[in-house]
């Protein structure tokens, strides 16, 4: 052998060694960071399928969330912001002026395709300069995260002005499938309609990583299916409060600044989906929340406190 075909065979040795020793290790999760800025999303407009990890970095001062959600075949943001954002606008501005039946006669008119979507979990309500983490399977396919939060009884997923779209991201998921592997839970939460949210395992400080099973799904009476956000409380948080404000259909329901500080979770899934999300938790206080009316009546309000 030659001394230079010597030299490049003991390189790519050396490459293929080092391959080696990287593939038996965890492939790395398939991360979209999505940041929230002002009222606008600063996203990529596409990722592989597969095993998903959406980082919501929140650098804007109000509290944001980002639903993921897959409309039927055809459907995208456009559809979103022209035919459902200004229908629930108009009938929150009905509800904010008393009129509930005006209302649900305005929510009746949404497009027939709005009852198809497939809300697939997302990062949960997290508070301005915080990060929240979640991964969930998805699928290839055209999908939106929204968020639908309130500040000045405005949806912050509705534009008033006609040439800006509100905070929606459309996501392209490709047929490309990434390597990423479903993460590991050190907690799990079972999230069921009859037991609310239960939870296996001890709630320690240090990094978490928690598998939210949802055992089944509902409409509840804000016309949502249950989820579970993680709120940070304090010797102020008023509990009442943060239980009427998971409800947007009421005029101070989802209305900016939230009553705690929210570190995530998931948004909701259909029954027997699971999705996990990632928090550091410190010593303190904290509580399990769904965005549901009365959460503290239906078993999806737990407190607890971290040693
Ligand atoms: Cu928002």
């Known amino acids: 052998m030659q001394p230079r075909a010597l030299i490049t065979s003991i390189v790519s040795l050396t490459l293929a060694s080092w391959g080696c020793a990287g593939s038996d290790s965890t492939p790395a999760p398939n991360v979209i960071d999505v940041t929230a800025r002002g009222l606008v999303f600063d996203a990529p407009a596409e990722t592989p399928s ?9 650098e804007s001062g109000l509290a944001h969330f980002a639903l993921v959600q897959r409309p039927p075949s055809g459907i995208g943001i456009k559809d979103h912001q022209e035919e459902v954002a200004p229908v629930f606008q108009a009938g929150m501005d009905l509800l904010n002026a008393g009129k509930p039946d005006a209302a649900m006669q305005k929510f009746g008119e949404l497009p027939e395709w709005f009852s198809q979507i497939v809300f697939l979990s997302g990062p949960g309500l997290t508070t301005a300069g915080q990060t929240s983490q979640t991964t969930v399977y998805l699928e290839p396919g055209t999908y939106l995260l929204e968020c639908y939060v309130k500040t000045n009884g405005v949806f912050h997923s509705y534009n008033p002005s006609p040439s800006a779209y509100g905070m929606v991201h459309e996501l392209t998921v490709t047929e490309e499938r990434s390597t990423a592997p479903e993460p590991v839970a050190t907690l799990e939460i079972t999230l069921s309609s009859e037991r609310g949210i239960e939870v296996q395992g001890d709630a320690v400080a240090g990094e978490q990583t928690i598998a939210v099973h949802f055992e089944d799904q509902k409409a509840h009476e804000n016309f949502l299916g249950h989820d579970v956000h993680l709120a940070r409380l304090n010797d102020d948080t008023d509990i009442q409060q943060l239980a009427t404000w998971m409800d947007w ?5 989802l209305e900016t600044p939230a009553p705690a500080e929210f570190l995530g979770g998931t948004h909701e899934m259909p029954a027997g989906g699971t999705a996990y999300f990632t928090v550091r938790l410190e010593p303190g206080r904290y509580a399990w929340i769904a965005e549901v009316p009365s959460p503290d009546g239906k078993g999806m309000l737990k407190t607890f406190t971290v040693p």
């Open 50 to 58: 597969g095993w998903t990890t959406i980082r919501l970095k929140n």
């Open 249 to 253: 259909t009421q005029p101070t329901g």
